[in-house]
Nanobody, 124 residues
């Protein structure tokens, strides 16, 4: 199995940028498809982005397409989410998740491993 730890969250002004990271330990990171999700207070957890094992294929949710970029560095066992043009509605706890499948998926249940989350707050 794999353990995931997110970092890099914080407070940023609207229009600003932030990069969150997710470091993996345990079973080989490069064997997992990876996703980013977020959960705002009172709302369900939502899919943001997915990347395949080797980083050659990605998928984005419409609300973040063109603003967020998912990437990974398998040599560093690290997943990234670069967030630009941030909006107050992007305020949430951001989670990384790992899936044993290399097929893209937006479904929470496909991801067997989750980090503890990192808070991102965007002020207006």
């Amino acid at each position: 199995q794999v353990q995931l730890v997110e970092s890099g969250g914080g407070l940023v002004q609207a229009g600003g940028s932030l990069r969150v990271s997710c470091v993996a330990s345990g079973r080989a990171f490069s064997t997992y498809g990876m996703g980013w999700f977020r959960q705002a207070p009172g709302k369900e957890r939502e899919f943001l982005a997915w990347i395949n094992w080797i980083g050659s294929s990605t998928l984005y949710a419409e609300p973040v397409k063109g603003r967020f970029t998912i990437s990974r560095d398998n040599a560093k066992n690290t997943l990234y989410l670069e967030m630009n043009s941030l909006k107050p509605e992007d305020t949430a706890v951001y989670y990384c998740a790992a899936s044993s499948s290399d097929r893209p998926s937006v479904r929470i249940g496909v991801y067997g491993y989750w980090g503890q989350g990192t808070q991102v707050t965007v002020s207006s």
